[in-house]
């Protein structure tokens, strides 16, 4: 389907830190690990879209260093959709579990779904990228 990301890699401190973060997180949303390498890691999650990839790769030294500000030009947040508002929930109970800092307990947001329907979790990787799991009803569900 057109504009369907088809991968997306973030760039952390340190792949082997982080990689137990990402798998727990990525294989409870259906992700299952494709590649290990020096330089990081990647998932593939298949849908009826195709094969769609996210990965982690070693920052530069420098980059290393530098704690991630979502205000500065680069990624602010990345939101993956769930199925229903009980997949929230579970996958707050992960990053619970991981020990992950959880940024925003599930609950409804209605500021960004136009005055209804959006419940998310929103939790921080070891490097500080906020992410997110978020259910909205399909307009036959509301």
């Given at each position: 389907?057109?504009?369907?990301i088809?991968?997306?890699d ?20 259906g ?112």
């Amino acid at each position: 389907m057109r504009g369907v990301i088809h991968h997306l890699d973030l760039t952390v401190s340190d792949p082997d830190k982080v990689f137990a973060f990402y798998d727990a997180i990525l294989s409870a949303l259906g992700y299952r690990l494709e590649r290990k390498s020096d330089q990081g890691f990647d998932w593939n999650l298949q849908s009826p879209l195709g094969v769609h990839s996210i990965g982690v790769v070693k920052a530069s030294s420098e980059g290393a260093r530098r704690p991630h500000d979502r205000y500065s030009p680069g990624l602010h947040h990345v939101a993956w959709g769930v199925d229903s508002r009980e997949e929230v929930d579970r996958m707050h109970e992960v990053v619970q579990r991981i020990g992950a800092k959880v940024l925003d307990v599930p609950a409804d947001y209605p500021q960004y779904n136009n005055g209804g329907g959006y419940y998310a979790v929103f939790f921080a990787d070891p490097d500080g990228l906020k992410l997110e799991c978020v259910y909205t009803p399909r307009p036959s569900d509301a």
